[in-house]
């Protein structure tokens, strides 16, 4: 990741549930002489991002930092670590499905 993605995705980080357009993201982020020079600077990089899977974009063209699933995760983790209590999960075998 280059330093100016490493940027948008911190500037990103501060709005997790809201969408935030691209000239608001070009002009918060990296030198101003960017912004001036071309408002949409930071494009190229969200597409990138956006390839992937870093951030996700809505039909207006705005853009936030993609949510990922923690259920899966923490059951992995829970699986990995010795002595890790399992909680509430069930392990289904083919046996068990209702045919």
Not at 16 to 35: A, D, Y
Not at 74 to 79: G, I, N, T
Request: glycine share 8%.
């Amino acid at each position: 990741m280059s330093n100016e993605e490493s940027e948008i995705c911190g500037f990103l980080k501060r709005y997790p549930t809201q969408f935030v357009t691209l000239n608001e993201i070009s002009k918060s982020v990296g030198p101003r002489k960017n912004f001036h020079e071309d408002r949409n600077w930071a494009l190229p990089h969200l597409r990138r991002m956006e390839l992937e899977g870093l951030v996700e974009s809505n039909p207006y063209g705005e853009y936030r930092v993609k949510h990922l699933q923690d259920e899966t995760t923490s059951f992995r983790r829970a699986m990995e670590g010795p002595g890790m209590a399992l909680g509430d999960t069930t392990i289904i075998s083919a046996d068990d499905r209702a045919a």
